[in-house]
């Protein structure tokens, strides 16, 4: 079956532009998550979706973050006022029940460059 | 706050010699641990993980890990590695019941040369 979407695959803008990154999860996946990975670095959590809500986002770095989730399916992040420092590869990721033994599957990532 | 620590960035091996990738956590009362594959321009694919009982646990490609609690350790083996292994390997901890994001550690980079 098919597996978690994000698109676009790569994303390059200018420091303080507006993005949005578009996550299409596992259908019947209840829990989103979305990660950032730096270079060098391991993906760091973001935020976590239980269906519409979310029911974590400790992560998120700074209000210019956000992310939706309204119909408990497709998640949308989105970052205002750009950063040279928010460059980095942002997956997504969706869990079956959104438990902690639960495999989380990732998508394949958005690549955001901010020059 | 739950950390992971990866102390090998890169890991060169020769096919068919055994590897050993270490991974330790931090302690905490309970914990689901994970590795998690990424092979050049693909996404993380879970290899295998330890929830409870046995501590070794296996994944379908020859790879295993082992849960040591008293040194907080889960670090993946393979006692004969080919080329196709060579990826991107991730350890990932979840505190467990209750708690849902993977705290990963930064990656130890496997290479595998004829």
């Known amino acids: 079956g098919a597996g978690v979407s994000q698109t676009p695959s790569n994303k390059v803008t200018e420091k303080g532009k507006y993005v949005e990154l578009r996550c299409d999860p596992i259908?019947?996946?209840?829990?989103l998550y979305w990660y950032r990975q730096s270079l060098g670095q391991g993906p760091e959590f973001l935020i976590y979706?239980?269906?519409?809500?979310?029911?974590?986002d400790s992560g998120l770095p700074n209000d210019r973050f956000f992310a939706v989730r309204p119909e408990g399916s497709v998640s949308t992040l989105k970052i205002q006022r750009t950063e040279r420092g928010d460059s980095a590869v942002y997956l997504c990721?969706?869990?079956?029940?959104?438990?902690?033994?639960?495999?989380?599957?990732f998508g394949p990532g958005t690549r955001l460059t901010v020059l | 706050a739950q950390s992971v620590t990866q102390l090998d960035s890169q890991v060169p091996v020769f096919e068919e010699a055994p590897v050993e990738l270490r991974c330790n956590y931090s302690?905490?009362?309970?914990?689901?641990l994970f590795w998690y594959v990424q092979y050049p321009n693909q996404g993380l694919q879970l290899l295998l993980k330890?929830?409870?009982?046995?501590?070794l646990v296996e994944s379908i490609n020859g790879f295993e890990a082992e849960f040591n609690k008293s040194q907080t350790s889960f670090h993946l083996r393979k006692p004969s590695v080919h080329i196709s292994d060579t990826a991107e390997y991730f350890c990932a901890v979840n505190r467990g019941t209750g708690f849902q994001k993977l705290v990963f550690g930064t990656g130890t980079r496997l290479l595998v040369s004829p």
């Open positions: 259908s019947g996946h209840t829990a």
């Open positions: 302690s905490s009362v309970s914990v689901y």
């Open positions: 979706f239980q269906g519409t809500g979310a029911a974590d």
């Open positions: 330890y929830l409870s009982g046995s501590t």
């Open positions: 990721a969706s869990s079956l029940q959104g438990l902690a033994t639960d495999t989380q599957y």
